[in-house]
């Protein structure tokens, strides 16, 4: 087994009741140098999701001399496992920019899949990679609406509303305590 493999391994042995995050496992694979990113390709390949899953966001963290990996990130987002699958769509169409366009006929294939969460993220991936994509602009905004706060989630983040709403209610809060409760100024 690839050193590299056997490394994520290890971390993902060691931490089996938490989530191991490529953030966590990074400073602990920097040991392997040179060797990291050819070991990670390696890694997206691995028998094991967690081990692929970490593999991906590392490669993410170490642009842009891992930029040759995206066409075999993109390769994941047909990965049996899940969460893999999800990895590869987040850091593809966040991390990847320009690079993803290789990704938009993948993920149009998802866009035919019953599962509202992996749409949003196959619409918001689509629009990443490609901005003249504009079709799908209101598609996604109306999962702003949706009874699932994933997809919710997804659409603000997308639309760059979800730290806003958070704000508008912080400077309310501040707002009525400064005020008063009686003073209240803005709409309730």
């Not at 639309?159 to 309730?188: I, K």
Request: proline content about 6%; hydrophobic content about 45%; some cysteine.
């Amino acid at each position: 087994m690839d050193s590299v493999a056997h490394d994520i391994l290890r971390l993902v042995v060691e931490r089996h009741s938490e989530w191991l995050w490529a953030d966590d496992a990074f400073p602990l694979l920097k040991h392997h140098g040179a060797g990291l990113i050819p070991g990670l390709v390696t890694c997206l390949c691995d028998s094991d999701p967690d081990v692929r899953r970490v593999a991906i966001g590392l490669l993410a963290m170490t642009r842009p001399q891992s930029d040759f990996a995206v066409p075999l990130i993109i390769k994941r987002l047909g990965d049996e496992d899940r969460l893999v699958r999800f990895a590869a769509i987040w850091k593809v169409s966040k991390e990847f920019g320009p690079l993803s366009v290789v990704a938009i006929p993948y993920l149009e294939a998802w866009l035919e899949r019953d599962d509202e969460y992996e749409r949003i993220h196959a619409l918001t991936g689509i629009v990443a990679a490609d901005p003249n994509r504009t079709e799908m602009l209101p598609e996604i905004w109306d999962a702003m609406q949706s009874d699932n706060p994933c997809v919710r989630d997804v659409a603000l983040e997308f639309f760059g509303l979800a730290e806003d709403l958070l704000l508008s209610d912080d400077a309310q809060f501040d707002e009525t305590e400064m005020n008063g409760p009686d003073d209240h100024v803005g709409p309730l």
